[in-house]
């Protein structure tokens, strides 16, 4: 009889990672469930949402018969998540904490901890996502901890596991897993990989996880809930009032409670104002923000943004930037909105400008550009800095409109 291989299963007490430790168990893999708790809290009725969720991890793992652990990463997630979600916001920017947690939690410390002290072949989650590799593939990967040095020896040979969109266009979760780590990567099975959202419930309910099935899918940032989240927020950092003012004349439209509880893009709630106003730039010197009258004023859309250091999922950029500096592709900085072609242009500190076909609502600084090639997702990069927006050329149109008539008004008529 051949080697049982053993995978390590994240479970999160929902559907998805419950399929997928069924499905791994089917293939007759040695299945372990864990739970991993990221953070301490109660929801609005007192009740521990994450006992919930770990009981109903629980239940499953009973039903298939396999070992269940649970871990805690409470400290890790305050430090290489929260903290950091809190200097951005801070910063006016706005962060996508899952993104991190997938980056430095599920895809390092999980792995790690599957892989050194359970021992396992491989992990694997209930992501919406495929890669390159075959399963088989996958338990031929060794552990090797990532190099400290700048640049790879160029003489190591490589070839890189590729990452692509699940069969479920609409689940897709690539974006979501963009800054994980190839190591981490090249050991990872998506049981789901082929299958869509509806498959999976039907899965499910023949399986009998009746109690999973009756869960509302968790939608949202994990922490917060359905709490509001300026209130959210202000528990964690000081109110700084300051005030909305219009982008169009420079009249104050009235105060608010910190620049970090607005987004570009969203609705800014004024007292007094019966028209909606909708935030669409942020000065954290002055503390004003910027509003305009319109869901889709200029002020809103820009066609260029430049990221941090850029994270390739395959290390190295795709060849072709590599030689020539710049590639098309295609782009998309919220999860599921439509995919937007661009032209990438790489800079020598390995970050990106990204110039896209047509201008986009509310592009925002400290969202992640993520970009793909067809099916395959190359990875992701913060956006640190964005191109003026269409209300600011549009101005700058108008002053050298206005600037060379005047001009033309000066001009002495030559003399006859």
Known sequence: ?????????AMSGGVDSSVAALLLKRRGYGVTGVFMKNWDTLDERGVCTTEVDCEDAYRVCQSLDIPFHQVSYVKEYWHEVFSNLLKEYENGRTPNPDIMCNKHIKFNHFHKYAVNTLGADAMATGHYARTSQEDEEVFQQTYTAPSTTLFRDRFEI????????????????????????????????????GLTKEFVKKIAAEAGFHHVLKRKESMGICF????????????????????????????????????FTLTLGQRAKIGGQRDAWFVVDKDITTGD????????????????????RFHWIAVDPPPELARTQMMECHFRFIHQMPLTPCTVTLNMNGSVWISLSQPVRALTPGQFAVLYKGDECLGSGKIIQLGPSEHTLQRGRERLMSAAQTKEQQTPEPAS
């Open 224 to 259: 917060i809930g359905e709490r509001n989240f300026e209130n959210f927020i202000l528990e964690y950092l000081e109110p700084k009032p300051g005030n909305f003012v219009s982008i169009e004349d420079g009249k104050i439209m009235g105060t608010h409670k910190g620049w």
């Open 1 to 9: 009889m051949g080697i049982i291989r053993h995978v390590v299963c």
């Open 158 to 193: 490589r070839n890189p596991v590729r990452m692509y969109k699940g069969a479920d266009l609409l689940k897709d979760q690539t974006f979501f897993l963009s800054q994980i780590s190839q190591e981490a990567l090249r050991q990872t099975m998506f049981p789901l990989a």
């Open 289 to 308: 923000v910027f509003v305009a009258p319109t869901t889709n004023h200029p002020a809103l859309f820009r066609d260029t943004v430049r990221t941090s």
